[in-house]
């Protein structure tokens, strides 16, 4: 038997990809609900070193800066996994800095999780601090599109075993999206209609009365979308054919430039994070020589960081960042700074 809920069907048989992966990924026994969480199955920026849960401190405290205010200020994990962004953050933040840290994730909240965080189900509103959604938007379920030979785009219906068939023509605000966004690139030509992460994204924004909302993933954009989608399967750290039956994680690299709203600024995370102070160049070879602990320590260091900047890899993440009532803290060099540093190059890129 099916139903039928804002225009998608739900039931057996092929179903949009929408409604496909929101159960595979969501549903009772979905991939996300398992307890070995995402950690088991694949390395985020998160996973790989603890260099990116002190860059995230260092952005969060020049957040709180900005906002000017001795009352604590909170911090907002969308997507949280199984609570590691949230506890990497608290261990790397100095004394003094009130928070207030919330997870949100539709698992059930990791048992010993330190007791300061507040496990919750969806974003907190009227909050002033740092929303941060590290590899979220990209697991927001989107309908697939596909052009046929006649030039109509329709959805693409997918069964369970991960068989696909055309569906009815993409029509209304979908149709207008894919205009806008990504134009059809021609018979055979697929695209991930990324409406639902737009406004995934500008909800999750609009809980902030003051403060900054950045989020980070797999992304493209509208001069360079590839013609043929990106949508994925990963199971066990190996990509898998995208099969929506609860056996693996389906996501699909995020339009960015579309969810961005004005004022965002994009950049890609091999500048995010250098700016935030992550380095990869090696320690001078005479630190060796005086300090051998010390140089294995910066070495190891040093690694981590090519890891997260790396090309062809985590460095090719973009970060939309999205300031509320505040201008976005500066980064630089030596990390983030409330102030722009005197004789600054120019703006960073702007939508």
């Given amino acids: 038997m099916s139903r039928e809920v804002r225009g998608i069907r739900y039931g057996p048989g092929p179903r949009r990809w929408r409604v496909a992966a929101e159960d595979a990924l969501y549903g009772p026994g979905g991939f996300y609900l398992r307890p070995e969480g995402p950690a088991g199955h694949f390395r985020t ?17 020049a957040t709180a800066e900005r906002l000017g205010t001795a009352d604590e200020v909170a911090l907002v994990d969308i997507g949280a996994g ?22 949100v994730e539709r698992a059930p909240r990791p048992v010993g999780l330190d007791p300061r965080i507040e496990w919750c189900d969806g974003p907190p509103a009227g909050i002033s601090g740092l929303v941060f959604a590290n590899e979220w938007l990209d697991n927001v379920p989107v309908d697939i599109a596909e ?12 069964r369970p075993d991960g068989t696909e068939e055309p569906g009815e023509p993409v029509a209304g605000p979908d149709a207008e999206w894919l205009a806008r966004w990504w134009p059809s690139a021609g018979p055979g030509g697929r695209a991930e209609i990324g409406r639902p992460r737009d ?5 999750a924004v609009a809980t902030l009365e003051r403060g900054l909302a950045v989020a980070v993933d797999y992304a493209h954009v ?10 994925t399967g990963f199971r066990a750290g190996r990509e898998v054919p995208p099969v929506p039956d609860g056996s693996c994680d389906l996501t699909a690299h995020v339009a960015l430039d579309a969810c961005a709203l004005p004022g965002a600024v994009l950049l890609g995370q091999r500048e995010a994070l250098r700016g935030l102070g992550v380095s990869g160049a090696r320690p001078p070879l005479a630190l060796a020589g005086t300090d051998p602990a010390a140089y294995v320590r910066a070495l190891a260091a040093a690694g981590e960081a090519a890891e997260l900047t790396a090309r ?19 980064l630089g060099a030596d990390g983030p700074s409330a102030t722009a540093p005197t004789g600054r190059a120019g703006p960073p890129e702007t939508v």
Avoid: K
């Fill in 45 to 61: 920026s998160v996973h790989a070193s603890p260099l990116f849960t002190a860059a995230v401190a260092r952005l969060l405290m």
């Fill in 82 to 103: 199984r609570g590691e962004l949230l506890t990497g953050i608290l261990a790397a933040l100095p004394a003094g800095l009130a928070v207030r840290p919330y997870a």
């Fill in 147 to 158: 052009t046929g030979a006649d030039g109509t785009v329709r959805y693409v219906l997918v």
């Fill in 199 to 203: 406004e995934a994204w500008a909800a």
């Fill in 222 to 231: 509208r001069d360079a979308r590839p013609p043929f989608g990106t949508l």
């Fill in 312 to 330: 062809g890899g985590l460095g090719d993440f973009g970060w939309l960042i999205q300031p509320v009532g505040i201008e976005p803290p500066v």
